[in-house]
């Protein structure tokens, strides 16, 4: 079984930075990807960006790119997304997913591993 714990979130003005992580246990990540995803209240869950264990080969939504940053640190088992230049329509529940195998993946049922996520508010 695979955990996947979220940490970063808070509450931060327009324009400000701020980095999310994800810590992954529970199994070897070797292969696969990692996505993250957000949801704002009264929509649905939307994809955000991903990674690939392997070669890091990234992903972006067209409303992030540019600004954010995923990122992996495989000895450590854990994600990073790096979320620059915060719009108030970031503000949303952003989760982490895990996939175990390979190929672009943005819908949300690609993703059988889930974390509890974490809330970022961006203050206009």
């Known amino acids: 079984q695979v955990q996947l714990v979220e940490s970063g979130g808070g509450l931060v003005q327009a324009g400000d930075s701020l980095s999310l992580s994800c810590v992954a246990s529970?199994?070897?990540?070797?292969?696969?990807?990692m996505g993250w995803f957000r949801q704002a209240p009264g929509k649905a869950r939307e994809f955000v960006a991903q990674?690939?264990?392997?070669?890091?080969?990234?992903a972006y939504a067209g409303s992030v790119k540019g600004r954010f940053t995923i990122s992996r640190d495989n000895a450590k088992n854990t994600v990073y997304l790096q979320m620059n230049s915060l719009k108030s329509e970031d503000t949303a529940v952003y989760y982490c997913a895990a996939r175990p195998v390979d190929g672009l993946a943005t819908m949300a049922n690609q993703y059988p591993y889930w974390g509890q996520g974490t809330q970022v508010t961006v203050s206009a």
């Open positions: 990674i690939k264990w392997g070669d890091g080969g990234t």
């Open positions: 529970g199994r070897t990540f070797s292969t696969g990807v």
